[in-house]
């Protein structure tokens, strides 16, 4: 079958997956293999409500790497897909779609606005599934999953109710995350922290006095404190005719209407006179206690803090360390309750901060404000400044199940790459809190609890359980239960993911074949969110480690080297780049500059090199059918061993350099240096099968009248070409299959043909060696005529210095060296004449001289090369000038400094070269 004669990448890929997928050659059981080694995956299930981006592509061609070449390596794969229900993110996308028709979702009710969102998630979600058969991936549709699949919410029930049955999982009133803008609790690990410019305000508070009555001195007051706060001497007690006042500073001030205490450090000096006393709280008239407590820092402030335990992570604790009371004067809806002076209810928070401010202006009790930039927290998915309120939710503990996650990591069990990822895992697991599982959402697994007018919990796993339960331990049967309204943290259900997705609680032969998966692939920013919980909880209820190893891949970069995000406006659409480059153009940019745990910056620069060498696969291969017809006719693959001829010089270096490198790539692969793999592909086919093999072969492939040695040389120029495929297919699998479907072969497909191994008896120094010396002498010999700017046209003769073996290499490839390097003649020498004139060069162990007299005219050429190397220097300074900018270094991609400082080097080489050559015109 002979392949056109341009490439055109979507027509090939269109081709293709739909034949893959028919035929099922991506489920486990096209390995009918009994004792087949097994390697499984289950996909970082994307959110229903996605779209592919960029990492996403990054993300998913990793997997299919490994996956398609342990499927041509003989192993029974397993690459599960499936997608999250993602309860914020999809209840936010129908909630927004409702809104442009006017509705609200409280105007349709749970159960409809429930049934909305699954009409949606059918028509809707099921963008990221086309969009991974677009990008090639072997994955097994029969299995896919979806969190929120009968199976799978099975399984979140179950865990549920045995997590509450051993304790670890409890309903409390404790200070959570709240959204205002979602109008549900979110998680620690849901607050991104911002730089926000605000205001630090110092506030007197009257000390002993049951009077709230403004000073009479108010200048005195705010004189006083400056007074007594200059240099580094500062107090934030003060002593005035008005009495004693003690000055917090807060960033918060419209908390302080519900502050029950003050707190400074014990170990502070300058306030243990303060232990045991009192003061009032301003606008408010409360007494507020003064309290000793470690956690308050010296250096913060004046040393005194206002403590507000129900508004403030580090406020709660130490209200139940002091028995304080805890007041809410901030409700869900972000504004001031009942609980506060009526004169502040019903304020918007940031409106009572202005009052509260105003009114401790005009007492004279607000001292002095200035201009702090400090991290507040917000919302991840609203982008709302987040509330901590003391709310009513359900919790999980969590120390108790992070405990055997680290200890699975530190002996071994499961391994990360890179390592130095670790540090992540092990800081969130050590200082790990309880974990806020409950959602006030409609969205998501229902909280599997149910509430009896006589205010009994029964947890169960469905309605049925719950009533039987209830009637039990003595409930009433015609009692009304009635579910919890809350859902769980989606988060909850994907940690189960690596085992309820293979039918967990049941003991389906899928788990108990594919469970420990063998890697999981993600990204850095959900170590903790993600794969910390799954650790957790596959030990605590499969018994063992749900991977074996985990691979965190950097995150994917603008071409400046910038995070990309819509706020920027830089986010790069991967179909678009799939469109214009190819994908298997992409798949390789992505694979070959995936270093682990390193961000990519994704230049276009890159993704034109990879489209380059799609064209340079298939122009390679059309070449080969086109001048191998002959010899395309074999029943199957054709054999290296042929008794037409024995092998040429460049047959047997080629055949142990194909050797060299299958080994090479294997243990990289093996390792998940996936950027190796590619990078070590991508020389050979391009550098030693393209640039040298079939140059070095075209005199014997191109002969009208063929001898058995031109037919051998084609029968293995097709059969390195076969096999050159398959060592590329796990990266670019659609210009592979393509391809190798024209050449002769065995089996159905490439995606099952086996991987090539490397043979130890292939492997010939001597080969190399020899081989590798004919390319360096016509390497050198271009590189002087390029140079020295001598026409192809204009034939060069060179002097070889050489002894031993060599000569007779350079005897037996006398005709390519010629041809290759265009040159009328090659003289063997003992020693060069060193002529004035004469380009000269070290080869290995040889050297070379060429003259050039006659062929250039000297003093132009010298003129010329003066002209080059001011031009470089100018390039050089601007790429030094750039690289001493700190800025630039610390800010940038690490791929773009160190593209730069190559380039820096690389100039530095050519400025000697050139001086080198200037001096060669000159020598006598």
Known sequence: MEIPKTYEPKEVEQRWYPIWEERGYFRPESNTDPDAPVFSMAIPP??????????????????DVLARWRRMSGDRVLWLPGTDHAGIATQMVVERQL?????????????AFVKRVWEWREHSGGTIQKQMRVLGESVDWQRERFTFDEGLSSAVGEVFVRLYNEGLIYRGEYLINWSPGLQTAISDLEVEMKSVKGKLYHIAYPLDDDSTSPPQHVESLAEA???????????????????????????????????????????????????????????????????????????????LVKVTPAHDPNDFQMGRRHGLEFISVIGKDARITDAAPEKYRGLDRYEARKQVVADLDALGLLLSFEDYTHNVGHCQRSGVVVEPLISTQWFMRMKTLAEPAVEAVRDGRTRFIPENTTKVYFNWLENIEDWCISRQLWWGHRI??????????????????????????????????RQDEDVLDTWFSSGLWPFSTLGWPEQTEDLKTYYPTSVMITGPDIIFFWVARMMMMGLKFMGDVPFRTVYINGLVLDPEGQKMSKTRGNVIDPLQVFEKYGTDAARYALSSAASPGMPIS??????????????????????????????????????????????EPADRWILSRFNRVALEVSDALAEFRLHEAAGLIYHFFWDDFCDWYIELSKPFVSSKD????????????????????????????????????????????????RYPEANAAQLDGRAERETGFVIELVTKLRNIRSEFNIPPSTPL??????????????????????????????????????????????????EIEVPLEGLIDFDKERARLEKEIGKLEAELKGLEQKLSNPQFVERAAPDVVADSRARATERRDQITRLKAMIESLESA
């Open 99 to 111: 809104a442009r028709e006017g509705i609200r979702r409280q105007d349709l009710g749970r159960e």
């Open 448 to 481: 599997p609890a149910w509430y009896a007018p006589d205010g009994t919990i029964v947890v169960a796993r469905n309605d049925s359980e719950a009533r039987k339960r209830f009637i039990e331990a003595g409930g009433d049967p015609a009692a009304d239960l």
């Open 602 to 647: 994704l230049q276009e620069s890159k993704l034109e090199a990879a489209r380059n060498f799609a064209n340079k696969i298939w122009n390679a291969t059309r070449f080969v059918q086109l001048n191998c017809a002959s010899e395309m006719n074999a029943d199957g693959p054709l054999d290296w061993e042929t008794e037409l001829a024995p092998p």
């Open 46 to 63: 994307p959110n229903v409500t996605g779209y592919l981006h960029m990492g996403h592509a990054l993300n998913h061609t990793l997997q």
């Open 706 to 753: 063929p001898t058995p040695a031109d037919r051998a040389v084609k029968r293995r120029l097709i059969y390195m070409l076969e096999r050159s495929l398959r060592l590329l297919h796990p990266i670019m699998p659609f210009i592979t299959e393509e391809l190798w479907q024209s050449l002769p072969h065995r089996g159905e497909t490439i995606c099952l043909a």
């Open 225 to 303: 404190f400056a007074a007594v706060n200059q240099g580094d001497a500062k107090t934030g007690l003060l002593h005035t005719p008005d009495g004693d006042f003690v000055v917090v500073a807060t960033t918060r001030p419209e908390t302080m209407l519900g502050d029950t205490a003050v707190a400074f450090n014990p170990d502070d000096e300058r306030y243990a006179s303060l232990a045991g006393r009192s003061a009032r709280l301003p606008l408010v008239g409360r007494r507020l206690e003064l309290i000793g407590d470690a956690v308050v820092e010296k250096e913060f402030g004046t040393g």
């Open 797 to 846: 003769a060179v002097r070889v210095a050489v002894e031993g073996d060599i000569q007779d290499v350079i005897a037996s490839m006398d005709e390519q060296i010629r041809r290759l390097a265009r040159l009328d003649r090659i003289e063997i020498v003992d020693k060069l004449s060193h002529e004035r004139g004469a380009a000269r060069a070290v080869v290995g162990a040889a």
